[in-house]
């Protein structure tokens, strides 16, 4: 997924040049649509995900969203349209709804105490990142597309032998599919104490002991006629005050850590390089880049479990603010050498990937209860893709009018801001079952 989503960082010299391979240079407006039209794809599929994953599940979800990056596949190595490249870019958006199911999906089937660092481990962008940067650099134009499109292939193959999220067959009453399910991933039989353990927690979650702070009389008066039956999703969450804290705390972890930047050095990695260290090679600086974020990607998802989500957002957003506040005066005033440029550029992609870059991923994944999961996850993913277009857009007007060191100012300025904001409202949700997780967020919110 993520290969197409960095494709515009190597191909967007090329399609302004008079050299291009498309049959025209790309507009100034065309190669800002290239690294953010697949996040209005994304913005338009996500209302449809929530009702995809309890209709499909979050086996088959996935891969009919990776059949939209593999058409987009198609279409870049059959045309050299401008038109049909934006267009697959266009498709591929389609395909980062897997950002809402794939932490969903692991974070159903890991132990508690395992939960936060499987799913912000198979959240590590900078693998692909780094498979990414090294194709574009060291492989021709069209080889570099065939073979992203075998390996897009390969990928939907390889999901076909997943089991699905035990979580979803329990609520589908597919108990049996569930424990096979639950034995396949523990490498266990279905009738060990520990797969029947799992079901109990699972058949537990399903039916905690509190539903928000939804009383029974408040259900009753909701439902008068039907009063056993679960509310529908969205009447839960706008009832529900300890839902819509969780909701907006989501939602404002997701836009302050969009707003810090990195999203933007992903994208625009090797031009970015090129502008800021003009010394170095930008291909091999932006190599570097993504070996450096898959190290930073499983370091995180080691601290993430022992140290926990707060302070782990807390000090990551601490260190990426003034690594930003260092790298734009650098850029700004150019008080150092060139190469100091690159070493704070590297620890700012180290600081915002353990903190800020994993951090919401986990906790949108852990927090709501199953009865409004699908819902509540897509609303705070669509916001995260409208908010990946706002940064991704204004870039390059932006770059244009203030220039690069500034920029770092700005992204700066939502770092400290992060800080404050979960410093009074984001709790520890580290090892909790979410029926606890719940209970935290009620308290917060009696507390107002």
Not at 236 to 249: D, P
Request: charged residues 15%; neutral net charge.
């Amino acid at each position: 997924m993520i290969v197409m989503y960095t494709w515009p960082s190597f191909t967007l010299k090329l399609f302004a040049s008079a050299n291009t391979t498309l049959d025209r240079p790309m507009t100034e407006t065309e190669l800002s649509l290239l690294g953010s039209i697949s996040s209005i794809s994304a913005i338009m599929i996500t209302p449809f995900s929530g009702l995809l994953l309890d209709t499909l599940g979050r086996k088959w979800c996935c891969i009919v969203f990776y059949m939209a990056q593999l058409i987009g596949w198609v279409i870049i190595v059959t045309w050299n349209k401008v038109e049909a490249v934006l267009f697959s870019m266009f498709l591929s958006g389609l395909s980062t709804c897997m950002m809402l199911v794939i932490p969903i999906y692991v974070s159903e089937y890991c132990q508690e105490s395992i939960r936060g660092s499987m799913t912000s481990a198979s959240m590590i962008f900078g693998t692909g990142m780094l498979l990414s940067y090294l194709l574009g650099g060291l492989l021709e134009y069209k080889v570099m597309n065939y073979v992203s499109l075998t390996l897009t292939a390969l990928g939907i193959v390889m999901f076909s032998f997943m089991k699905e999220s035990p979580l979803f067959l329990m609520q589908k009453g597919r108990e049996r599919e569930a424990a096979r399910s639950i034995a396949f991933y523990r490498g266990m039989k279905t009738s060990s104490k520990e797969v029947i353990q799992e079901i109990e927690n699972i058949r537990r979650t399903l039916n905690p002991n509190i539903e928000g702070d939804i009383t029974p009389q408040e259900e009753k008066e909701l439902n008068p006629e039907a009063p056993k039956k679960k509310l529908p999703q969205w009447k839960y969450l706008l009832k529900s005050r300890s839902s819509r804290r969780a909701l907006l705390v989501s939602i404002m972890l997701y836009s302050l850590s969009i707003f810090q930047g990195m999203v933007v050095v992903q994208v625009y990695a090797e031009p970015l390089f090129e502008k800021a260290v003009p010394s170095m090679s930008a291909m091999v600086s932006s190599i570097l880049f993504a070996i450096v974020s898959v190290v930073a990607g499983f370091f995180g998802a080691y601290l993430i479990d022992a140290i926990g989500r707060r302070p782990l957002m807390i000090y990551g957003s601490l260190a990426t603010g003034v690594c930003c506040i260092i790298l734009g005066s650098q850029i700004h005033l150019d008080w150092g050498p060139s190469w100091l440029t690159a070493v704070i550029m590297h620890v700012y992609c180290v600081a915002y990937i353990v903190g800020p870059g994993t951090v919401p991923y986990v906790i949108v994944a852990e927090i709501y209860l199953p009865e409004i999961k699908s819902l509540a996850s897509m609303l705070s993913v669509e916001w995260a893709f409208t908010c990946n277009f706002v940064i991704l857009f204004i870039f390059n007007p932006l770059l244009d009018a203030v220039g690069l060191g500034p920029v770092f100012y700005f992204f700066a300025l939502f770092c400290f801001l992060t800080i404050a904001f979960c410093y009074y409202y984001l709790p520890e949700t580290k090892g909790l079952p979410v029926d606890a997780i719940q209970l935290l967020f009620l308290k917060r919110a009696d507390l107002k």
